[in-house]
């Protein structure tokens, strides 16, 4: 199983960016997925995430700035960014709870590189 992520890279603030993460590989179904991002020197922090039926949740400091949302038929979590800050500088990484031969497992992503010029 593996998770790949894509669209990290280098803007200005205000800008956007969109982050994708499809999971491959054998897999019997995938339940929550979601965005963690690590800043230098701090520790891994929740952006966002999303269970299966659709229903989001946020980090206080991303809300009406960020959209998580999955396509489930590609088994992909996206994650819409906009209005970004200097502060949301960091890598990304994305996850997912993923039933395989009918047990849970929590797999990550490779993580992908934001980078926002003030």
């Known amino acids: 199983v593996q998770l790949q992520a894509s669209g990290g890279g280098k803007v200005q603030a205000g800008g956007s960016l969109r982050l994708s993460c499809a999971v491959s590989?054998?897999?019997?179904?995938?339940?929550?997925m979601g965005w963690y991002r690590q800043a230098p020197g701090k520790q891994r922090e929740l952006v966002a995430d999303i269970v299966s039926s659709g229903r989001t949740n946020y980090a206080d400091s991303v809300k009406g700035r960020f959209a998580i949302s999955r396509d489930n038929a590609r088994n992909t979590v996206y994650l819409q960014m906009n209005s970004l800050k200097a502060e949301d500088t960091a890598v990304y990484y994305c996850?997912?709870?993923?039933?395989?031969?009918?047990?849970?497992?929590?797999?990550w992503g490779q993580g992908t590189l934001v980078t926002v010029s003030s």
């Open positions: 996850n997912a709870g993923i039933t395989r031969d009918l047990r849970p497992f929590n797999y």
């Open positions: 590989g054998s897999i019997g179904s995938v339940g929550g």
